[in-house]
């Protein structure tokens, strides 16, 4: 029998049996037929070489240097691969993956924001968005806005800031950390500011200051509108009394409205007069006046309580 075993072939008498060349060590071997050429081998373990592919354990790899490997269907067969994962290079020259099966469905960036139902604002940065059309609602708003037209509907109805400015449901409120803001509401070319209904200051901005030993003795109360208690006295015919309201809200400029709110006998109020002489920055002078030839009251005092506000104004 060895005399059939020469070289790499086995003689054609042996074609059963299969040569392995090398020997039976633990390195890969070329394995003959009887035929005298190289023939196919299925190995249930281990690594097993064809030309320049190895197959060692569950890896498949180039035995030459920097070789590739192509896995090639016949005919019209396909390459199926139930489970693959790509941990480097690039897939490419493939059909565009179906949004179904995790892709786009397009190979272009403005394809895939089609096919996504993306608009134009994906492409906008963050810091620089522009919105068109739609609705906004659910969200907070802070920062500064500009070309902003119109606010319809209840858009604003629960709570929106902008710019130390407050809409909290009926109220329009200076908000922010600074103090003594002003809201400016100005109207456009001809038109006019209309407030329909009420009109004046919410709850917050008054306050209350009694006056001290006279009637012509000042009083300090830095509020858009007030109250101010008088010293009780009476008012001798034809007389009057003047005394200095400070008040860091008033402007030169402004209008300061004063009237009696209450503590004037009902028989001698008529003839009070009360009325604003003179209006400085921070400062406004009040008269209280009797237009009656006698005293008023004609006996005892009155503790007038005076109101008052302040409404802005300006020259040109």
Do not use: W
Not at 79 to 103: F, H, M, N, R, Y
Not at 251 to 261: F, G, R, Y
Not at 266 to 292: H, L
Request: proline letters at 2%.
């Amino acid at each position: 029998m060895a005399t059939n075993l020469t070289d790499n072939t086995v003689s054609a008498t042996y074609e059963q049996l299969l040569h392995v060349d090398g020997g039976p060590d633990a390195s890969e071997k070329i394995v003959y037929g009887g035929g005298g050429v190289p023939t196919a081998l299925k190995v249930g373990t281990g690594s097993v070489a064809v030309d320049n592919v190895q197959i060692d354990g569950n890896t498949i790899r180039a035995t030459n240097t920097d070789g590739g490997l192509t896995v090639t269907a016949n005919g019209s067969g396909a390459v199926s691969i139930p489970k693959v994962a790509i941990s480097s290079g690039t897939v490419e020259g493939i059909t565009d993956l179906a949004i179904a099966d995790g892709g786009t469905g397009a190979s272009t960036a403005s394809g895939a924001r089609v096919n996504l139902g993306l608009g134009s604002i994906a492409t906008q940065a963050a810091d620089n968005v522009t919105i068109t059309g739609g609705s906004i609602s659910g969200v907070s708003f802070s920062g500064t806005f500009t070309g902003i037209t119109s606010v319809t509907s209840d858009a604003f109805h629960t709570s929106a800031a902008a710019a130390g400015l407050t809409l909290s449901n009926n109220d329009l409120l200076a908000d922010g950390t600074d103090t003594d803001i002003s809201i400016d509401v100005t109207p456009k070319g001809a038109g006019a500011v209309n407030f329909g209904g009420k009109f004046g200051y919410p709850t917050g901005t008054g306050g209350a200051v009694t006056q001290l030993t006279s009637r012509t003795t000042g009083v300090t109360l830095n509020k858009l509108s007030g109250q101010i208690t008088l010293v009780a006295g009476s008012l001798a015919g034809h007389e009057a009394d003047e005394f200095t309201l400070t008040n860091s809200f008033i402007a030169a400029t402004d209008v300061v409205l004063v009237n009696i709110k209450s503590g004037a006998a009902a028989a001698t109020r008529k003839y009070y007069t009360i009325g604003v002489t003179s209006v400085s920055a921070g400062s406004c002078t009040i008269s209280i006046g009797n237009n009656d030839n006698g005293a008023v009251p004609a006996t005892g005092t009155d503790t007038l309580v005076l109101s008052f506000v302040v409404i802005k104004g300006v020259a040109s």
